[in-house]
């Protein structure tokens, strides 16, 4: 389980600091199994990017 104040840090994929429309196309090149279990994506680490990951992404979405 990811800490609530760490999913910003994990969201905002190109730490500018907003979670955008740019973050989520990060998220979507890296959709499926991480093969070396590396993918910045794999916000929950279990090798693969994938809805549960997406909820992570869109629960930091920025409104501003």
């Known amino acids: 389980t990811i800490q609530a ?3 910003l840090q994990f ?3 190109n730490g500018d600091g907003v979670v955008d429309g740019v973050d989520l196309t990060t998220f979507f090149s890296q959709w ?3 093969s070396v279990c ?3 994506a ?3 680490h ?3 990017v994938d809805a ?3 909820s992570y992404l869109l629960s930091a979405w920025s409104t501003q």
């Open 52 to 54: 549960v990951d997406m």
């Open 11 to 13: 969201a905002d994929m």
């Open 46 to 48: 279990d090798c693969v």
């Open 42 to 44: 794999d916000f929950n």
């Open 32 to 34: 499926g199994v991480c």
């Open 38 to 40: 590396n993918c910045t």
């Open 5 to 7: 104040d760490s999913v």
